[in-house]
């Protein structure tokens, strides 16, 4: 009975570089949530998908950041050119539609950049 | 812009002790759900409310949702050192879909 599943836990890039952020969704889940938790901030929604669907981007930096849910796989957050305030803790969440807004965490993955 | 605050920010206690921590809003949320956070982890649900007055009891926890879905309670009795970590609160917009975090309250339960 797996959970929500991230990885890299921990990414070391350097600026410039890119970011490649996985999830896999709790089985039967097919709502993804993306959040960032910046250095003594708090969780910010960032997107939400459905299988192949972009359903709210409002959280999301209008630059540099992409998101997919395809059909199969794990749902990728995508940094280009990542600078130094983009390190932080991203967390992907996933929910079963109908369950009262009940979303379940991964652990997170840590980007740092250098 | 929906803003959840929690109060107190800080609280150290020891162990035995009661406390209650509160989140409150001026927006009206669909659900409001409690989660626990350790260092290096993520979120760990530990309740949903979404009916105004709705009163769950989780063990040594008691979470309650105010009568106007705007504000919300977690009481704990007879803290122990496990119960150490951070809480948070989380509101559901209407549609269930983005949640809107509360401000965090950081619990130190001392033996």
């Known amino acids: 009975n797996a959970g929500v599943m991230q990885n890299p836990r921990h990414l070391v890039r350097r600026r410039g570089q890119e970011a490649r952020l996985r999830c896999s969704p709790m089985?039967?889940?097919?709502?993804v949530y993306w959040y960032r938790q910046l250095p003594e901030e708090g969780l910010k929604f960032m997107v939400y998908?459905?299988?192949?669907?972009?359903?709210?981007e409002s959280g999301m930096p209008k630059e540099r950041f992409s998101a997919e849910f395809p059909k199969e796989g794990p749902s990728i957050l995508r940094i280009q050119q990542v600078v130094r305030g983009d390190s932080a803790a991203y967390f992907c969440?996933?929910?079963?539609?109908?369950?009262?807004?009940?979303?379940?965490f991964g652990p997170g993955t840590r980007l740092t950049v250098l | 812009t929906q803003l959840l605050e929690q109060s107190p920010q800080f609280l150290s206690i020891q162990e035995g002790e009661n406390l209650t921590v509160y989140c409150n809003s001026s927006?009206?949320?669909?659900?409001l759900q409690w989660y626990r956070q350790e260092p290096g982890e993520g979120p760990v649900l530990l309740v949903t409310?979404?009916?105004?007055?709705e009163v769950k009891k989780l063990k040594r926890l008691t979470f309650q949702f105010g009568d106007a879905r705007k504000d919300s309670s977690l009481h704990i009795t007879a803290a122990q050192p496990g119960d150490t970590g951070l809480y948070l609160c989380?509101?559901?917009?209407?549609?269930?879909?983005?949640?809107?975090f509360g401000t965090g309250t950081r619990l130190l339960v001392s033996p």
């Open positions: 969440a996933s929910s079963w539609a109908g369950l009262a807004g009940e979303q379940f």
């Open positions: 089985k039967g889940h097919s709502h």
């Open positions: 998908l459905q299988k192949e669907n972009i359903i709210d």
């Open positions: 927006s009206v949320f669909s659900s």
């Open positions: 409310v979404v009916t105004g007055g």
């Open positions: 989380a509101g559901g917009d209407t549609g269930f879909q983005k949640l809107v």
